[in-house]
């Protein structure tokens, strides 16, 4: 195991200049991107995004836009994801069920609940499990009609044009979801073909309230937050996460990052063109 300490690092002057390339537009000053480098996430950011690290994880003092904005600003969403956000994993005694966006978007549009709901079914697939997604809402298949649930099924054919294999459904409620038996019995024109182990929420409250009673009441495991739609792996962790926390989003970074194509600064460029040219395959994207 290395260990490097921002402040004394060898690769400070470089770091300081690639970061002030990237944002010198934005206001940021050569000096100011040096005095950015004695802060952590920026540090770690720019080591993964030089190539000098593989992932990173960060997150358990500090606040989660303090986290995620320093990733943001130096490593940026992949360009075929377009937006970035946030998921868990929620392990129950018998059940895997992923929830997102539970940390990032707060009032997501058609278009970013489509592109959210992809990236979640990428995360599943590279755990090797078959993704079955369900859009939700407080309606069933426009039983109500109001802007909230048109949005969530406006979101459903904008993912059936671009992942048309995708198991995908909505806007839907979320017993009806979880429900085999009701959804044959009430919905047998479904294209889930058994109950959601994903669940995308029609906004941020939504989202987050319910990962949290799932855990707080349920009894569920929560890994996560996991960061979908990023360039490069990055993973926050919850604010004063235990040890058992930190081990898993390490092993999530892990998979991540193993699922993505390597790469070495000589090849960066043309990694980066491959990038925004090529369609998302593996990773947690």
């Known amino acids: 195991m290395v260990i490097v300490d921002p402040a004394t690092s060898s690769y400070r002057e470089e770091y300081a200049r690639r970061l002030w ?15 950015r480098l004695y802060n952590g996430n920026y540090f770690g950011s720019q080591m993964v995004e030089s190539g000098h690290a593989d992932a990173l994880v960060s997150g358990v003092n500090l606040h989660y ?22 998921m868990y994993m929620l392990v129950f005694e018998k059940q895997l069920v992923f929830c997102g966006d539970t940390t990032v978007n707060i009032d997501p549009d058609s278009e970013s609940l489509a592109r959210i709901a992809i990236a979640a079914a990428r995360v599943v697939r590279t755990f ?12 069933n298949f426009g039983s109500v009609r109001v802007p909230e649930t048109v949005k969530v099924a406006r ?8 992942e048309p294999m995708l198991q995908v459904d909505g806007e839907i409620q979320v017993d ?26 029609p906004n941020l409250s939504a989202g987050n309230i319910a990962y949290k009673l799932l855990h707080r009441l349920g009894g569920a ?14 993973h926050v962790l919850e604010q004063g996460a235990a040890v058992e926390d ?25 990694a980066e063109r491959r990038a925004a040219a090529e369609p998302m395959q593996g990773g947690i994207l």
């Open 65 to 86: 836009p303090e986290t995620i904005r320093p990733a943001l600003e130096v490593i940026g969403a992949h360009p075929k994801a377009k937006i970035v956000s946030g």
């Open 21 to 35: 390339e990237k944002r010198r537009r934005k206001g940021l000053s050569l000096a100011e991107a040096a005095q």
């Open 221 to 234: 495991t929560a890994i996560g937050p996991i960061l979908l739609g990023m360039r490069r792996p990055v």
């Open 176 to 201: 009806t979801a979880l429900d085999e038996t009701l959804l044959r019995e009430a919905f047998p024109f479904s294209h889930l073909k058994g109950p959601a182990n994903v669940l995308i929420f």
């Open 128 to 139: 090797g499990i078959e993704p079955r997604v369900a859009m939700l809402s407080f309606s």
């Open 155 to 162: 979101a459903v054919e904008m993912i059936r044009e671009l």
């Open 246 to 270: 930190i081990v898993n989003m390490a092993a999530v970074a892990v998979i991540d990052a193993q699922g993505r194509s390597p790469y070495t600064d000589n090849q960066r460029s043309g």
